[in-house]
């Protein structure tokens, strides 16, 4: 599969998601294919903070 057919795909089955502070998004990366758009804070805010963590 290309990679143009692949992304075609994944933005037919995608939905966005909007968090806000405090918000909180766990994946399971074996099950979701994701992403994020880029991050464009705005003057005087936090910047946003991700973290990895491996649970077995």
């Not at 995608?14 to 991050?39: C, E, M, Q």
Request: charged share 25%; aromatic share 2%.
């Amino acid at each position: 599969m290309g990679i143009r057919r692949a992304e075609k795909a994944l933005s037919e089955v995608s939905s966005g998601v909007v968090l806000k502070p405090g918000d909180l998004i766990i994946l399971d990366n074996h099950l979701a294919a994701h992403a994020r758009t880029a991050f464009k804070p705005k003057n005087g805010e936090r910047q946003m903070v991700t973290k990895n963590v491996c649970c077995s």
